[in-house]
């Protein structure tokens, strides 16, 4: 089973930006759809194993993105014009398919703290 791990959560104020990073171990990385979530398995953002899926809460689009790297088995969140409404623990989680449903997600991070100040 994939491991995972974030970081990049920080302090920043409202309108800045934050890119949060998920460093997965094992080889099945490819594999897997990625997806990343907050407060209580709050959907945010999916991508699918190649990269050629991505969807979005509608709380989030148009301000953040997801995106992957195989090659350094790590998934990407670039959050922008952030507001005080997304501070949370942001997690990432691993699926065998692209779904907003986090009960279909097998492996979770420990989380990052991501606090926006107003």
């Known amino acids: 089973q994939v491991q995972l791990r974030e970081s990049g959560g920080g302090l920043v104020q409202a309108g800045g930006s934050l890119r949060l990073s998920c460093a997965a171990s094992g080889r099945t990385f490819s594999s897997y759809a990625m997806g990343w979530f907050r407060k209580e398995r709050e959907f945010v953002a999916v991508i699918s194993w190649n990269g050629g899926t991505t969807y979005y809460a509608d709380s989030v689009k148009g301000r953040f993105t997801i995106s992957r790297d195989n090659a350094k088995n790590t998934v990407y969140l670039q959050m922008n014009s952030l507001r005080p409404e997304d501070t949370a623990i942001y997690y990432c989680?691993?699926?065998?398919?692209?779904?907003?449903?986090?009960?279909?997600?097998?492996?979770w991070g420990q989380g990052t703290q991501v606090t926006v100040s107003s």
């Open positions: 989680a691993a699926a065998i398919s692209i779904s907003s449903d986090p009960f279909r997600y097998d492996a």
